[in-house]
C-alpha cells in the first residue's frame, strides 16, 4: 500500500549551483523563523534564522528571505555542497508562544 | 558530552507494554522539549519545560504520554500502553534561556527511535 509522508518534495543541483528551497507558512502570528538542517539518522541542526521586522539575513554561504505579504519564507545556499545534502525544515514561532512549528520538509540531493 | 544525550537510540517494543526514553540536555540549558518525528515529517511538538516543570503539554497525543523532568535537568518520556502508531523518532532539544535566548538555537538530540511491533 501507499506509505503516506514517505513524499518529500525533492530538489536535486549540481554541485557548485546555488540552492534555493521555498516554505510556506500560514500563522499570521508568528514573528520568528528557522530554518533546519537535519542528515539521515541526526537531529535537526540549526542554519539560519529570521525576525518578521527583517526580511532578509545573510550567514555563511546561506540567506534567508522573509516575504510576510505571502507568508513565504526561502533559503538560498551559495555554491552548494555535496555535504549540504540533507532535509531541510523551515520552523516558526509566535512571541507569545513557546513551541517551534515544523513544516514539510524539502529534499536536497546534491551531484557531484 | 557537549551536545544533548538521548537514550536508548533504538527501541523495539511490543504493542501494550510501558517504554521510557531518556534526554541529558546540555549542561546549564533550563529549557527542554520534546518532539515527535515521523517517517517523513517534520518533528512534531509534545512538552516544553521550564526548570522543572512542564510549561506547555499541549502537544501529547494522550494521556498515555508522559514526562517528567523532577531535577530540571534529565528528562524523560514515558509512554504507557504502547500502540504501532507511537512508532517514531523521539526528539529532544535544549535551550539556555526560555522560550529563546537572542541566538535563537534550539539544540536538538539525534533521537530515539522507537519500533513498536
Known amino acids: 500500500g501507499e506509505s503516506v509522508g514517505l513524499h518529500l518534495p525533492t530538489l536535486s543541483v549540481q554541485e557548485g549551483d546555488n540552492s534555493i528551497i521555498n516554505c510556506a507558512y500560514s500563522?499570521?502570528?508568528?514573528?520568528?523563523f528557522i530554518w533546519y538542517k537535519q542528515e539521515s539518522g541526526k537531529g535537526p541542526q540549526f542554519i539560519i534564522d529570521?525576525?518578521?521586522?527583517?526580511d532578509k539575513r545573510q550567514g555563511q554561504r546561506v540567506t534567508v528571505l522573509l516575504n510576510k505579504t505571502v507568508k513565504h519564507l526561502s533559503l538560498q545556499i551559495a555554491a552548494t555542497q555535496p555535504g549540504d545534502s540533507a532535509v531541510y525544515f523551515c520552523?516558526?514561532?509566535?512571541?507569545?508562544?513557546?513551541?517551534?512549528?515544523f513544516g514539510e520538509g524539502t529534499q536536497l540531493t546534491v551531484n557531484p | 558530552g557537549a551536545g544533548v544525550s538521548q537514550t536508548p537510540s533504538n527501541k523495539v517494543t511490543e504493542k501494550g507494554k510501558y517504554v521510557e526514553l531518556r534526554c541529558d540536555p546540555i549542561s546549564g540549558h533550563t529549557a527542554l522539549y520534546w518532539y515527535r518525528q515521523s517517517l517523513g515529517q517534520g518533528p512534531e511538538f509534545l512538552i516544553y519545560f521550564q526548570g522543572t516543570g512542564a510549561a506547555d503539554d499541549s502537544g501529547l497525543p494522550n494521556d498515555r504520554f508522559f514526562a517528567v523532568r523532577p531535577e530540571g535537568s534529565v528528562s524523560t518520556l514515558k509512554i504507557q500502553r504502547t500502540e504501532r502508531g507511537d512508532s517514531a523518532v523521539y526528539l529532544c532539544?535544549?535551550?539556555?534561556?526560555?522560550?529563546?535566548?537572542?541566538?535563537?538555537?534550539?539544540?536538538f538530540g539525534e533521537g530515539s527511535r522507537l519500533t513498536v511491533l
Open positions: 532539544a535544549s535551550s539556555i534561556l526560555a522560550p529563546w535566548s537572542s541566538t535563537g538555537e534550539l539544540f
Open positions: 529570521i525576525r518578521s521586522n527583517m
Open positions: 500563522n499570521s502570528a508568528s514573528d520568528y
Open positions: 520552523a516558526e514561532k509566535e512571541t507569545s508562544g513557546s513551541r517551534l512549528t
